[in-house]
Each structure stands twice: as structure tokens, then as C-alpha cells.
T-cell receptor
């Protein structure tokens, strides 16, 4: 079974600075999706960014970018120019391409933005 | 319009009661899910339906019974509620059962006293 590990329970960053959240995963498959979701205090789960494993190019969405290292099974999220609204729980998630598959989540990283 | 909507958003009830949470999606997706988020924020799949057919059933007590009357709706009924059932329950949908991201509802916080 696939597992996702986020080794940083909490992170903090100064407003306008850059922060990187770590994620590693374990799988024997070659094709899969990886995602970062954000959960602010409002509780809503919001998709931040997605990456297909067959794509070598790292995904970017405005201030959010990933460093996808397939061989190392690593999928970190970089947030540039951090804003107060970025404060949230961030979850890394894995989804297989094969068959009916669920989204498997990491334990989450709580990100605090210091003004 | 909310893409994935759940009701109620908050539910407080006594042990032993039966309760239901409803979910509807207007995205035209084929697949819907129930996830449970515990007090440590860990999210775990409970069930998944594809076009009204159950396709994922994790090791969930049989007090939990999902029902999908059509592909836009997935309800969760819980019998004989226990203290450990207190959690936030998220409904989600995806275009199909094998591709892409999940779109989540706002969650339903269940508190069992």
C-alpha cells in the first residue's frame, strides 16, 4: 500500500519570505498523481497544485511550485513571497493511476506566517 | 454555486443515536467519496462510489452505511453513535475513479457526547 510522509508537523515563515514543505511517499508504481492541498481554519480543503508523475517538468501555480524528484520519491512544496492568507494546514497526497483509487494523505504540516 | 455541499455542517448528538450527513455535487462527476478527519487532522478514506456503485470500502464499522441514490448524491448514515465517531467528515468528488484531483465539501463536524 502507498504511504505518504510529511516529516514537518509545523513550520513558520516570515511574511514575504520563502518556505519549503517536505513530502516523501512510498510506491512501487510508475504512474501516479501527487497533490498539495491546503486546509485553512475555515476547514475547506483547497487544491494548491498537482503533478503527474510522467511529467518531468515541475508544476507551478503562481507563488506555489513543487520540486518533484521521482527517483527519490520526494515532492516538496515551495511557497514564495509568503502571505498571511497562506497560513493553513498543508497536506501532501498521492493517487495511483491504476483502477479505482483513493487519495492517500500525509499527516499534514501546519504553516504559520509571522507578520 | 457550491460545487460539493454537505449538510449539516455541525452536528452534536448523544451516544447511541443515529444520524445522517448528506452530500451533493453539481460538477457532473462520476465518483464520490467520504473521508474522516480525526482530532489529529489525519484524513482517511471511508467509502467511494462510482456511478452509484460502491468501489471502495475501507475497514469501517458496519454502523456506517453510505447510500448513493444517484451519482450526484452520496449520503452517510451512522447508527449507534460512539464517542470515537467524533470527527470531521468530508465528502468529495472526482471526475472519475482513476484520474485527477478530488474536490472537497466544507466538512461536517460531528460531536458525540
Amino acid at each position: 500500500a502507498q504511504t505518504v510522509t510529511q516529516s514537518q508537523p509545523e513550520m513558520s515563515v516570515q511574511e514575504a519570505e520563502t518556505v519549503t514543505l517536505s513530502c516523501t511517499y512510498d510506491t512501487s508504481e510508475s504512474d501516479y498523481y501527487l497533490f498539495w492541498y491546503k486546509q485553512p481554519p475555515s476547514r475547506q480543503m483547497i487544491l494548491v497544485i498537482r503533478q503527474e508523475a510522467y511529467k518531468q517538468q515541475n508544476a507551478t501555480e503562481n507563488r506555489f511550485s513543487v520540486n518533484f524528484q521521482k527517483a527519490a520519491k520526494s515532492f516538496s512544496l515551495k511557497i514564495s513571497d509568503s502571505q498571511l492568507g497562506d497560513a493553513a494546514m498543508y497536506f501532501c497526497a498521492y493517487r495511483s493511476f491504476q483502477g479505482a483509487q483513493k487519495l492517500v494523505f500525509g499527516q499534514g504540516t501546519r504553516l504559520t506566517i509571522n507578520p | 454555486d457550491t460545487a460539493v455541499s454537505q449538510t449539516p455542517k455541525y452536528l452534536v448528538t448523544q451516544m447511541g443515536n443515529d444520524k445522517s450527513i448528506k452530500c451533493e455535487q453539481n460538477l457532473g462527476h462520476d465518483t464520490m467519496y467520504w473521508y474522516k478527519q480525526d482530532s489529529k487532522k489525519f484524513l482517511k478514506i471511508m467509502f467511494s462510489y462510482n456511478n452509484k456503485e460502491l468501489i471502495i470500502n475501507e475497514t469501517v464499522p458496519n454502523r456506517f452505511s453510505p447510500k448513493s441514490p444517484d451519482k450526484a448524491h452520496l449520503n452517510l448514515h451512522i447508527n449507534s453513535l460512539e464517542l470515537g465517531d467524533s470527527a470531521v467528515y468530508f465528502c468529495a468528488s472526482s471526475r472519475d475513479s482513476w484520474t485527477g484531483e478530488l474536490f472537497f465539501g466544507e466538512g461536517s463536524r460531528l460531536t458525540v457526547l
